[in-house]
């Protein structure tokens, strides 16, 4: 694996594969190819018709590919986890099975699916607010940004959750993006959730398991469902598809599956750092 230097070799590599309809899952702008190559997040390993892309994140590395040889399979060797993330609709394509095929030949596995769930805003089902005199909701403050970033970090896994760094977690609590519950005096509950457009995406979620089973969650949820009812035509999530106590409370608000789902290949690497 070494790093990416220059643009124009990058460009040149990946146009050649677009006219050869490599298989591929790489999508980036160009701009945002430069500011990965311009910060040294880039990294790359050819293998034949074969060209592997990693993007450096602080645990592991995110990989994307242009697979001309589904026959050449080589090893992969990074100082990190690799994971790949492999969006579908309904099922996979003919090509994708392939992909996931080859995916699997590289040592990968599956580490997580999960599925993107919506309700109409006219068909939310909400409980009556929380009474229980312990709950208290607001935005959070920036000076809170050490403990909402410690309950984030406790509950998603850093490979595949997208966790947001120092800087981006105050940006986030600038625009009062993140909502916090405390019970009792204690910070116990915190959920992100974005005005995108004309729905109300909910991006992390969580409540410390030492409150749960004391409706929580739920009050949490039914807070910025509230805030938002009257803004938005629909609200969806992404969750773990294992993830039955969240599924549950989902449904019960009026949350249905999608077709739209995405599953996590991870390759737990022990081999060589990255130059």
């Known amino acids: 694996m070494k790093q990416v230097e220059r643009y124009e070799w990058l460009k040149e590599k990946i146009d050649g594969h677009r006219t050869r309809k490599s298989h591929s899952n790489f999508f ?4 945002k190819i430069q500011a990965m190559i311009a910060e040294g997040k ?15 994140e602080s645990e592991f590395y995110r990989m994307y590919y242009f697979l001309g040889d589904l026959e050449s399979v080589p090893e992969i060797q990074a100082d990190m986890p690799v994971v790949i993330e492999f969006p579908y609709c309904g099922k996979y394509s003919p090509a994708q099975k392939q992909e996931a095929e080859y995916i699997q030949k590289l040592g990968f596995e599956v580490g997580r699916r999960s ?3 919506t309700v109409n805003a006219e068909n939310v089902v909400l ?27 406790a509950a998603f896994n850093k490979l595949y ?13 600038e625009e009062e993006r993140i909502v916090v519950l ?38 949490l949820l039914s807070h910025v469902i509230r805030l938002h009812r009257d803004r938005v035509q629909e609200f969806t999530l ?16 009026g949350y249905t599956f999608s077709a739209k789902g995405a599953d996590e290949y991870i390759l737990q690497c022990k081999g060589e750092a990255s130059t």
């Open 42 to 56: 880039l990294f790359f390993l050819e293998d034949g018709q074969n060209l592997f892309l990693f993007e450096r």
């Open 182 to 219: 405390y019970y009792g005096g204690a910070l116990a509950g915190v959920i992100d959730v974005e005005l995108r457009g004309k729905a109300s995406w909910v991006w992390h979620f969580t409540v410390d398991p030492a409150y749960r089973q004391k409706g929580l969650a739920k009050a």
């Open 28 to 31: 980036f702008l160009p701009q």
């Open 115 to 117: 599925r993107i769930m």
């Open 161 to 173: 959750s997208f966790l947001p760094d120092k800087a981006e977690l105050l940006r986030l609590i």
């Open 127 to 153: 409980p009556p607010p929380a009474s229980d005199p312990n709950i208290f909701l607001r935005p959070a403050e920036a000076e809170e940004w050490e403990q909402v970033a410690g309950l984030l970090n």
């Open 238 to 253: 992404w969750v773990d598809v294992d993830n039955t106590p969240a599924v549950r409370l989902y449904q019960k608000t």
